[in-house]
């Protein structure tokens, strides 16, 4: 298996730096922000058996604390396979939630549980989902300096 790595951009020396991903055995994967925090899932299947794995770097900046928080069996419904990525965008006291990028799907997990549910919005043709940080910098701000 290829090492794969996190490309991050250090803001107060302008250089790049590659960081290690944990070890993860799926074939695809995507990054998110969940609680503030760097998480991975890994998407992989065997035959009729597919599984989401969510990394989290537990502390901030320390490359060596990915944690695998979860493995989730994925029932044939929400099949894994060439059908895009899944976000972690949320997790809290063994819950999870996730969003299907390409079908635009909230799904719902709990460690208890052996599958996860499709969260069901009704009147809700489309919609996306971004990870918000609130902060004291005006976006504006930002957007009118790039601008001079």
Same mark, same amino acid.
């Given at each position: 298996?290829?090492?794969? =790595?996190?490309? =991050?951009?250090?803001?107060?020396?302008?250089?790049?730096?590659? /960081?290690?991903?944990?070890?993860?055995?799926?074939?695809?994967?995507?990054?998110?922000?969940? %609680? +503030?925090?760097?998480?991975?899932?890994?998407? /992989?299947?065997?035959?009729?058996?597919?599984?989401?794995? &969510?990394?989290?770097?537990?502390?901030?900046?320390?490359?060596?604390?990915?944690?695998?928080?979860?493995?989730?069996?994925? /029932?044939?419904? @929400?099949?894994?396979? +060439? @059908? +895009?990525?899944?976000?972690?965008?949320?997790?809290?006291? +063994?819950?999870?939630?996730?969003?299907?990028?390409?079908?635009?799907?909230?799904?719902?997990?709990?460690? %208890?549980?052996?599958?996860?549910?499709?969260? /069901?919005?009704?009147? @809700?043709?489309? @919609?996306?989902?971004?990870?918000?940080?609130?902060?004291?910098?005006?976006?504006?701000?930002? &957007?009118?300096?790039?601008?001079?």
């Amino acid at each position: 298996m290829a090492t794969r =790595s996190i490309i =991050s951009l250090d803001l107060d020396n302008d250089k790049f730096e590659s /960081h290690p991903m944990p070890l993860i055995n799926g074939k695809e994967t995507s990054v998110g922000v969940s %609680g +503030g925090c760097l998480c991975i899932c890994g998407l /992989h299947w065997k035959e009729s058996l597919n599984y989401i794995d &969510v990394w989290v770097m537990k502390k901030v900046g320390d490359w060596e604390s990915w944690t695998k928080m979860f493995s989730i069996k994925v /029932h044939d419904r @929400f099949p894994v396979r +060439g @059908f +895009g990525y899944y976000l972690p965008i949320y997790s809290s006291n +063994g819950a999870l939630l996730l969003y299907r990028v390409t079908h635009r799907v909230l799904l719902y997990y709990d460690q %208890g549980w052996t599958d996860v549910k499709d969260v /069901h919005c009704r009147d @809700f043709y489309g @919609f996306q989902v971004i990870c918000h940080t609130p902060t004291l910098i005006s976006l504006r701000d930002i &957007v009118t300096r790039e601008n001079m």
